[in-house]
């Protein structure tokens, strides 16, 4: 049973005749231990936001001096798709995520990244709640591209504070 158990959450690999070898967790299985313990535990969404600021605002801080012309247009490219009024929820959602896990991977820190990557679903959550307000998707793309046109004039404090005032709005849509 226990190794069921290690297999399902993905820390194992069994191979019959050999045995159980350690694998390498997926992020998307430490996001899940991650959504079920701040959930078990009844961390609030101010808690959740504190750390959800010091990453992003850390990776964008990060982005403006590091990230590459390849992963500005990757991030140009996603805010493009994200003003397809068609998306669906999910789609919509999964994108906006998509733009900030960029922004912590143009951080040029790995491990900036994996944590954002590992706050994935706990993210993803607050993200939805945006989409879903009067005006929100316009509110959210304002925000994105303000974002964007900090990182490509590599303006360190323009970036700081527009990730600042989107994280600061997201919070109220939270609360509301």
Known sequence: ?????????????????????VTRPEAQNLSDVMARIIRCDGID????????????????????TCASEEQLSAMEAIL??????????EERRDLDFDFHYLIAQ??????????????SNIFKEYISTGIFTQGGIDD???????????????????ADRAMREQLDQSLENAKN
């Open 1 to 21: 049973e226990a190794f069921k158990l290690l297999k399902e959450r993905g820390l194992i690999d069994s191979r019959t005749g050999s045995g159980a070898y």
């Open 45 to 64: 969404t101010p808690s959740i936001y504190d750390v959800r600021e010091v990453l992003e605002c850390a990776a964008v801080r990060r982005a403006v």
């Open 80 to 89: 493009e798709r994200l003003r397809d009024r068609r998306l669906d929820a």
């Open 106 to 119: 143009a951080s040029g820190n790995p491990l900036l990244a994996l944590l954002v990557q590992t706050m």
């Open 140 to 158: 959210a793309m304002m925000r994105h591209q303000r974002i964007m046109d900090a990182l490509k004039a590599r303006d360190l404090d323009k």
